[in-house]
């Protein structure tokens, strides 16, 4: 079951070979740690998403959270295998020690994730919501708050989530409109609704953090008035022990086209179900500063937004992998220029379009992974390289990448599902292979952590042109060294670098054109095309880095390796010639489309 998940080869390769995870152990944090514990670590994640996380992939998706009127209902198989995670000590495999963490470098856990993705998504969203909770708690929350919630978010204890979207705002979150009331007593009192909030109600853990944005009285309209409240499904007293249900009321599950294990729920804050100390509203607690809200929510967003593309990478991969066994063991047809109708059958895989569909899987999900990967490196640098220079550098780029990282991922690995269900022919289209449900399941990473329109105004109304175009320097900075690393070599690498150069060129001319004027009306309309071209110029630079990381090895694996990077510089890179032309000439076809003409 493993090798259908992802692959351990292609991980020890990224990991050691191209991201020198091993360098990290020099780093105070990391000083206990060897490659023996790495390997460990990858090893433990790996059999336990194989046995305790794939096998019930398929029954979250038939029989997913029902509620009964009063309680969210999960299939039993959910709660065992997060009890095995739990007990495991992976959901603080990163975090500080003095939280009972095992500070792990951000690199190994988040590849211990993916393995959890790729093996049950429905599942893994559990420990991954909590984690990415704990984190924003360690950072904003008080030295008390870090004692009374976080710890036991650590210890699996409780899980948590994070409550921004209502059904009148979606993703304006400009437009929220939960209020937050003080009480005398330094706390508040939450009443609104929240939509969208996955694992906002089960029983798969003692408790529940949710993390709400909302307003107090007299705030300033718009997201300058949000703050952030954690208001947990029971109240928690001082000395960590559960008190009385908070007046958090389950008004509805929400039942979507994939990721069905995790349960979706309407949330009603302060219904009066529950009246905490016979007071109407759902008790809260500052965390941050107030009005500071969304700025201290966007640790846990951007935090989600790179594992949702590293999840959508892992669900991407699993269905290659899938299609690739599928490819092997079929068989089908003759050579093209087989005359003979008695000759036996070649497996599918013998054919020219069956290789080009997995070729271009390939280039999609191993290029994704290893984005994913990268980005999980550059958070250690930011928090633990020696120079603060170097810290510093490394927070830039990974700023300006996050809206890549989440976007590219979630509309190309979903790509390589599509691809995955075209190499299975009719079956693919059944039930009888799981390649239909990778799709489903990837097609909701979309929307999650914000769309790919919203990643889209992101990228380039801010990553790129804040300080004055420093993200966008640092951004070509980087390819610019991959490049000449390759130009030095000469040969095909050369020719890769004189690419990625060119390429490179078209994102800095322009960003330039579109921003000209100043104006967002004359930047802004076409910027997911925009992403969409950029993103593929950074996922030629990440296969020239896989590239190079390669050096001579001549194995199949290696081979495959090279030829996938040539796929994606002679297939792929291509296509955003049109779209860089697109953007240059600041077309407003769409923008200037009266709605009464659809």
């Avoid at 963490?101 to 599942?123: M, Y």
Wanted: glycine letters at 10%.
């Amino acid at each position: 079951m493993a090798e259908l998940l992802l692959s351990r080869r292609d991980l020890d390769f990224l990991l050691y070979d191209w991201l020198g995870a091993e360098e990290l152990i020099a780093r105070e944090r990391f000083a206990e740690h060897d490659r023996e514990t790495f390997d460990a670590v990858l090893d433990l994640a790996q059999e336990l998403a194989a046995r305790h996380f794939a096998p019930h992939n398929r029954r979250n998706d038939v029989e997913e959270p029902r509620f009964d009127g009063e309680r969210v209902v999960l299939h039993p198989e959910v709660g065992a295998a997060l009890k095995v995670f739990v007990d495991s000590g992976l959901m603080a495999a990163a975090m500080d020690h003095d939280l009972g963490g095992q500070q792990l470098p951000t690199l190994l856990a988040n590849a211990c994730t993916a393995w959890f993705q790729a093996a049950n998504v429905g599942t893994a969203a559990y420990p991954f919501l909590t984690v990415a909770n704990a984190n924003l708690l360690a950072v904003y929350g008080t030295s008390e708050q870090r004692e009374r919630l976080v710890r036991p978010l650590a210890a699996g204890r409780f899980f948590g989530t994070m409550c921004l979207s209502e059904p009148q705002a979606g993703s304006s979150l400009a437009d929220v409109r939960t209020t937050a009331e003080p009480r005398p007593d330094g706390g508040y009192r939450l009443f609104g609704t929240k939509m969208w909030i996955s694992g906002g109600d089960h029983e798969l853990s003692e408790n529940i953090v949710h993390l709400v944005l909302a307003r107090t009285p007299g705030a300033p309209a718009g997201v300058r008035g949000l703050s952030l409240f954690a208001v947990p499904k029971y109240l928690v007293a001082a000395d960590g022990s559960l008190g009385e249900r908070n007046d958090v009321v389950l008004a509805g599950l929400n039942h979507k086209m994939g990721y069905r294990g995790t349960v979706n729920t309407v949330l009603n804050f302060g219904e009066g179900r529950h009246r905490p100390g016979g007071e109407p509203g759902a008790v809260g607690e500052l965390v941050g500063e107030l009005h500071q809200g969304l700025a201290c929510m966007f640790h846990m967003m951007n935090e989600a937004r790179t594992g949702v593309g590293l999840g959508a990478a892992a669900l991407g991969y699993t269905g290659y992998l899938h299609a690739l066994e599928y490819a092997r063991s079929r068989p089908q047809g003759r050579p093209l220029t087989g005359r003979d109708p008695s000759a036996p059958q070649l497996p599918i895989v013998g054919h020219p379009d069956v290789r080009r569909l997995l070729l271009a899987q390939k280039s999609y999900v191993e290029g994704a992974l290893a984005l994913g990967l990268y980005c999980s490196r550059l958070i250690d640098e930011q928090r633990t390289a020696p120079d603060p220079a170097a810290r510093a550098a490394a927070g830039q780029l990974l700023e300006v990448l996050t809206p890549v990282a989440k976007s590219w991922p979630s509309q190309w690995c979903l790509a390589a599902n599509d691809l995955a269900i075209q190499v299975h022919g009719g079956y693919g289209y059944t039930r009888d292979h799981p390649v239909e449900q990778f799709y489903r399941d990837n097609r909701l990473n979309a929307i999650h952590e914000g769309t790919h329109g919203i990643q889209a105004l992101d990228l380039l109304g801010r990553k790129v042109v804040r300080g004055g175009g420093a993200g966008l320097a640092v951004l070509l900075d980087a390819f610019a060294a991959t490049a000449a690393r390759a130009a030095q070599l000469g040969g095909e690498a050369g020719q890769f670098a004189a690419a990625l150069e060119a390429a490179a060129g078209r994102v800095r001319h322009t960003t330039g054109v579109l921003w000209a004027s100043g104006d967002p009306e004359v930047a802004l309309p076409n910027a997911s095309v925009y992403l969409e071209a950029v993103g593929h110029v950074v996922l030629a630079w990440i296969w020239l880095e896989q590239y190079l990381a390669l050096g001579g090895a001549d194995s199949a694996f290696h081979h495959g390796k090279r030829q996938a990077a040539r796929w994606f510089f002679r297939v792929e890179l291509p296509r955003t010639g049109p779209q860089f032309d697109l953007l240059d000439a600041l077309d407003r076809t769409a923008a200037d489309t009266p709605s009464e003409w659809f």
